[in-house]
């Protein structure tokens, strides 16, 4: 037996339902927002997370998936959806068409972490970007497709954190004030932080462990160094999240964990489903546009995590609708009747009916306990009688109750009967 490699899971036929439910209600949001899909490969050239990404996170530094092609090119699986996302703007020259540009995406992401729950080395992500509008009113509306999305689905226990990380110029003046705050404790600090205080001081505050994080608590906020720019353009986004109803909390511990980060930033969290209670997360990104070789342009988008929320779906009372299942099985008794059940079935499929015949050579009575088993609505037993008369009698496995139907009327029947 080969068994499943460490981190990742499979999805068997009786949950696949859940995942497409969640997926289809990712499209749909997506569609009402007015984005449009993208599709990029799972692998990449090394160089975009690295240079996209960012080499002060733990996903660059320890987490990615890479490996040299049989051509000797470094090939990275993607850890992330954006960098491949601002990648396709780039090349395909998007930046020319009518800005803004939004898309979305759902695709698997893979990280080399330490399993948990919630937290897995290959996982998926719904994730939207929008290039090229540098307004506040774009903060707002991405931030609450999160909500609608997240809201459709019925959690409505998640939390809505929000914070702003500025813009270079104020973040040069945070920086400095953190180096100034870090410094004279830098020697009982982790190596990671040590090495974050020279390239990128604010990812301290991302740091987990116990030890760093007694001074992380006492640091200075970033919203107190706020430029006027990013200041009003935060206090926009939340009067425009204030006006639509949406509740959220100002969390300035919130950094993320990807360097691209720019302005506004959010995770929305759960207390339900363990240490992995962030089930989606994004902010703006003004200047990976222009990081990764195009003219700069403002961007923002988020990424939810399908496990995450498949996870806090079914540790809550969120529910998902009813699995697909049979609208009709047609038993058959001889040779006969059992190819004029496969025709039937046949033709009702084609009138999009869910129709199951016998695939395994069993008797009437075991065909009846295998339709029940596996909840088909409807059952209809073709006998020689049946042949003759091209009608069914059709029954009913939740009453018990029948009616003749005539084989050529029966998707219409069945059809109205599903609705
Ligand atoms: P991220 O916060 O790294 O952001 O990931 C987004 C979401 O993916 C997380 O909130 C979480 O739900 C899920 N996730 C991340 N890592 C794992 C894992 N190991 N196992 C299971 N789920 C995981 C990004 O990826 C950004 N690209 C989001 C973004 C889009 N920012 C701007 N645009």
Redesign the pocket.
């Known amino acids: 037996m080969i068994n499943i490699p460490k981190g990742t899971k499979d999805v068997l036929p009786n949950q696949s339902y859940k995942w497409q439910y969640i997926e289809e209600t990712a499209r749909e949001v997506a569609r009402a927002f007015n984005f449009k899909e993208v599709r990029t490969p799972v692998f990449e050239h090394t160089e975009l997370f690295q240079r996209g990404v960012g080499e002060t996170t733990d996903v660059v530094n320890k987490e990615m998936y890479t490996f040299e092609d049989k051509g000797g090119r470094s090939i990275t699986l993607k850890p ?3 960098a491949g996302v601002v990648r396709l703007f780039l090349e395909n020259g998007l930046a020319s068409s009518p800005l803004p540009v939004k898309a979305y995406y759902i695709t698997p992401a893979f ?1 080399y ?1 330490r399993p948990q729950a ?3 080395r290959e ?1 998926h ?1 719904f ?1 939207l ?1 929008v290039f090229g509008s540098a307004s506040p009113e774009t903060d707002a509306e991405v931030i609450l497709a999160a909500f609608s999305f997240l809201n459709k689905l019925g959690l409505k226990g998640v939390k809505l954190q929000l914070n702003s990380i500025g813009c270079p110029i104020c973040r040069n003046q945070y920086n400095t004030a953190l180096k100034n705050y870090f410094r004279p404790h830098l020697d009982e600090m982790c190596p990671t932080c040590r090495s974050r205080f020279d390239k990128n001081p604010l990812r301290i505050l991302d740091c987990k462990e116990e030890g760093c994080k007694k001074y992380t608590s006492g640091a200075p906020e970033i919203l107190d160094y706020l430029c006027d720019d990013c200041k009003n353009h935060f206090e926009k986004v939340k009067s425009l999240l204030d006006s639509a109803g949406v509740e959220y909390t100002v969390n300035s511990r919130i950094v ?3 360097d691209y980060y720019t302005k506004t930033v959010f995770e929305f969290v759960s207390t339900e489903i363990g240490a992995q209670g ?6 703006r ?1 003004d200047g990976l546009i222009g990081q990764l070789g195009g003219n700069p342009l403002p961007a923002i ?5 399908i ?2 929320i498949l996870l806090l779906m079914e540790n809550t009372s969120a529910g998902f609708p009813e699995e697909q299942k049979p609208l009709i099985y047609i038993a058959g008794m001889d040779e006969t009747s059992r190819n004029l059940a496969f025709k039937t079935a046949l033709e009702l499929r084609g009138k999009g009916v869910c129709a199951e015949v016998d695939h395994m050579g069993r008797s009437v009575k075991a065909q009846f306990k295998y339709a029940d088993k596996i909840s088909a609505k409807f059952v209809a037993v073709i006998g020689e009688n049946e042949v003759k008369t091209k009608t069914v009698n059709l029954k009913k496995m939740s009453d018990g109750t029948s009616k003749e139907v005539k084989i050529e009327d029966l998707s219409k029947y069945l059809l109205q009967e599903e609705n």
């Open positions: 992330e959806g954006t990280r972490e919630g937290r897995l996982f992500q994730g970007e993320r964990g990807l962030t089930v989606c997360g994004g902010g990104y988008g988020f990424a939810a995590g496990e995450r």
